[in-house]
């Protein structure tokens, strides 16, 4: 019995240095992707409003997320924060899991590729807002998730950032985890 407890603690703190996620027991929340996705309207300039805790973005301030399309039709995704007053990148791509669908499959060069759905957009209006989630299920019994909500401006207001997260607690994902990401004195 203990060798098993220690497999599944050795399995969360796996998961969370690699995938810099939260860990949790049991099974990923069953969320619902945006039906009708229209990605080119989806392209452009996000903020991160709120988001779990990520390893990778420890001091990080100012994060944003582009999207562009590139010329093979896949998504270009080039991740931004500013840290210690230098602004740091990473640029990786995204293709659509099934079209008309809110999954998107995003690969990023320092991650072991995957063609499972990473990207799970349970909510957008396009123009506002945008609730992301993601879920790996690490073992039959442990998962690790991250939740974002994402804004087109560095603020959004009290009734959007309660309605992003009520999308989540309505699609099973927890918001207790959720930390508001700093987005003051970006340039």
């Keep these: ?34 039906q009708n996705f229209d990605v080119n309207a989806y392209l452009g300039r996000w903020f991160e409003i709120e988001s779990y805790f990520q390893t990778f973005a420890i001091g990080g301030t100012c994060v944003e997320a582009n999207y562009g399309l590139n010329p093979n039709g896949t998504v270009s995704v080039l991740n931004k924060m500013t840290r210690l007053g230098r602004e740091e990148s990473i640029l990786g791509y995204a293709v ?24 799970i957009i349970l909510s957008t209006d396009y ?15 442990t998962y690790v998730q991250i939740a974002w909500i994402l804004a087109r401006n560095r603020q959004i207001g009290a009734i959007q950032r ?17 930390r508001e990401t700093d987005q003051s004195n970006c340039g």
């Design 1 to 34: 019995m203990k060798g098993h407890l220690l497999i599944v603690i050795c399995a969360i703190f796996t998961g969370i240095e690699v995938n810099s996620q939260v860990p949790g027991f049991g099974r990923c929340p069953r969320t619902s992707a945006v």
């Design 96 to 119: 659509l899991a099934s079209p008309g669908e809110g999954k998107l499959i995003v690969n990023f060069p320092q991650s072991p590729p995957t063609d499972t759905p990473n990207y």
């Design 127 to 141: 123009v506002n807002y945008a609730v992301v989630h993601s879920c790996t299920q690490i073992s039959r019994f």
């Design 162 to 178: 309660f309605q992003a997260r009520r999308v989540l607690e309505n699609n099973g994902v927890s918001t207790r985890w959720l």
